[in-house]
């Protein structure tokens, strides 16, 4: 099992940018593949984006879809998701999962972080 911290939510304003990070323990992190989820209140959480352990390979919700941007350096253990033009519906907490196939699927991840709140004021 790989364990999983969530960094670098904040409060920004619509349009803002933000970097999350997701830093994992253990060699074995590159070997599985990393998403994004995140949970409003009140709401389920939901797919963001993946990443294959390669790093070519990558998926995105339709809500993520050119504002967003996953990223992962296995040499730091490390998965960024890049959050471009944000806006007020992006607020959440967002959290980072493994899996051991490339999939959209969040009740497929496991080894979620602790997550990282994001806040997007209007």
């Known amino acids: 099992q790989v364990q999983l911290v969530e960094s670098g939510g904040g409060l920004v304003q619509a349009g803002d940018s933000l970097r999350l990070s997701c830093v994992g323990s253990?060699?074995?992190?590159?070997?599985?593949?990393i998403g994004w989820a995140r949970q409003a209140p009140g709401k389920e959480r939901e797919f963001v984006a993946t990443i294959d352990w390669s790093g070519p390979s990558t998926y995105y919700a339709d809500s993520a879809k050119g504002r967003f941007t996953i990223s992962r350096d296995n040499a730091k253990n490390t998965v960024y998701l890049q959050m471009n033009s944000l806006k007020p519906e992006d607020t959440a907490v967002y959290y980072c999962?493994?899996?051991?196939?490339?999939?959209?699927?969040?009740?497929?991840?496991?080894?979620w972080g602790q997550g990282t709140q994001v806040t997007v004021s209007s």
């Open positions: 253990g060699r074995t992190f590159r070997s599985y593949a």
């Open positions: 999962g493994s899996s051991h196939v490339l999939t959209i699927n969040v009740q497929r991840f496991g080894s």
